[in-house]
């Protein structure tokens, strides 16, 4: 036997599995972290990609919107942001005229303790914060309608700043190909309508994890940011350790681009075959706080289970599904295709959510290790277990004693790919 440790929550969990079994690992390939972040930031802000750099876009007098992620991601946002707000400064532009606006999307708003901790006490003190709630209508402007029919409207501090600043971090995402990049405006500071409209488009097959330049999701939201231009873009790449990796800075499409290309090579890990058992991880807080951020990990682990195999899921999901609307649907509809049926006929956000987690349960069957209620993981399909020992017990049970196992350590940022 061999001893794992996984993160879990803001520990990690600790098991035992028989070595010969585990025929597989999938981790990030490995990367040297930047030696000097700060040095790196700076010269990105400073050598910026098809862009001038910041410093000769800010004037004296301009009012500024800086988008920084919320508390679900994680980017260094306390470290790029006093940088950012420095070149700013320098050039004359005033604290009071810098609002710093977080890319809610449809999640929660932040504590202000929250806000602290994403942005430091410095900059939370010096200025303006607000949280962009998607369902404050009086909020919002609206900028247009794309050729895809998604009514486009933004926060207001966003449309009516003379410079806005896009931030935030780059990882695969399961149906908009990649965050990052124009995803901190639309859908981080959208309308709900608009985000609503925008991620109706997942049931597009072309929706897929790793593709931009032919996905319906990215493409419409590109369209929608072209209505309003961002001005400007640093977004950073981070590895498991939440080391920088990379830090990207310029026009929001094509320094983008450069981040992506530079996440597909860490995280993209290619595969010779599927497996009957995959035991995978989230990565821990906040990848794991709730089924909605763990359902990354799991379009990433069904690409590497095998038909009709068993995933073991470890997340806490210290707020449980993360959704009154996924509730609400896994609890009327008990079936992947009901489900799948009741999306198609009423797409809403939240509702999308269990359409994306079920959907991933027609290939495998999944077992979750969380804190939550056992009622609450049956409601939303899952198989409650209490330990690794106690899943791989029935795994077995169905796969036989002898199934061979695949394990992902970083199971929110591997994305597998089985060799053709």
């Known amino acids: 036997m061999s001893t794992y440790h996984m993160p879990y929550g803001r520990g990690e969990i600790s098991f035992d599995l028989p070595a010969e079994r585990v025929k597989?690992?999938?981790?990030?390939?490995?990367?040297?972290?930047?030696?000097?972040?700060?040095?790196?930031?700076?010269?990105?802000?400073?050598?910026?990609?098809?862009?001038?750099?910041?410093?000769?876009?800010?004037?004296?007098?301009?009012?500024?919107?800086?988008?920084?992620?919320?508390?679900?991601?994680?980017?260094?946002?306390?470290?790029?942001?006093p940088l950012i707000v420095e070149t700013l400064t320098a050039r004359g532009v005033r604290d009071d005229d810098i609002t710093v606006l977080f890319a809610l999307g449809m999640h929660r708003p932040m504590t202000a303790a929250e806000m602290i901790d994403q942005i430091?006490?410095?900059?939370?003190?010096?200025?303006?914060?607000?949280?962009?709630?998607?369902?404050?209508?009086?909020?919002y402007v609206t900028v247009g309608t794309t050729s895809y029919g998604t009514p486009v409207a933004f926060h207001r501090a966003a449309v009516e700043a003379d410079l806005l600043i896009l931030t935030g971090s780059v990882v695969h995402h399961f149906f908009a190909g990649f965050g990052g990049g124009r995803k901190a405006l639309f859908p981080g500071v959208a309308h709900q309508e608009t985000i609503r409209r925008n991620h109706s488009l997942m049931l597009d097959p072309a929706a897929v994890i790793g593709e931009l330049h032919h996905n319906p999701i990215y493409l419409d939201q590109i369209e929608g940011c072209e209505m309003h231009r961002p001005s400007f873009l640093l977004n950073t790449v981070l590895n498991e350790k939440k080391e920088f990796i990379g830090v990207f800075a310029g026009d929001y499409i094509t320094a983008h681009e450069a981040a992506c290309e530079l996440v597909d090579r860490m995280n993209g890990v290619p595969i010779d075959e599927e497996y009957p058992i995959v035991i995978a991880t989230c990565g821990g807080y906040p990848k794991d706080i709730n089924i909605y951020q763990a359902q990354k990990t799991m379009d990433n682990a069904v690409c590497a289970v095998r038909e009709g195999g068993v995933v073991i899921l470890l997340a806490e999901c210290e707020e449980g599904s993360g959704?009154?609307?996924?509730?609400?649907?896994?609890?009327?509809?008990?079936?992947?295709?009901?489900?799948?049926?009741?999306?198609?006929?009423?797409?809403?956000?939240?509702r999308h959510k269990a359409y994306a987690v079920t959907r991933l349960m027609k290939k495998a069957d999944f077992y979750l290790l969380s804190a939550m209620p056992d009622e609450d993981v049956r409601a939303a399909l899952f198989t409650p277990v209490h330990s690794v020992a106690e899943a791989l017990t029935l795994a077995e049970q169905k796969l036989g004693p002898a199934a061979d196992i695949c394990l992902m350590p970083q199971g929110s940022y591997t994305v597998p790919r089985l060799r053709k």
């Open 24 to 81: 597989k690992v999938l981790e990030m390939a490995e990367m040297t972290p930047l030696d000097d972040p700060v040095a790196a930031i700076r010269n990105a802000l400073s050598h910026p990609i098809d862009s001038p750099p910041l410093a000769e876009l800010a004037q004296p007098g301009q009012t500024v919107a800086i988008i920084v992620n919320d508390t679900t991601r994680i980017a260094h946002t306390d470290v790029f942001l």
């Open 323 to 350: 959704s009154a609307e996924f509730d609400a649907t896994v609890r009327n509809y008990p079936s992947p295709t009901a489900i799948e049926e009741y999306v198609r006929r009423d797409f809403q956000i939240g």
């Open 120 to 139: 430091g006490p410095e900059m939370y003190r010096r200025l303006r914060c607000v949280n962009a709630e998607a369902r404050c209508d009086e909020d």
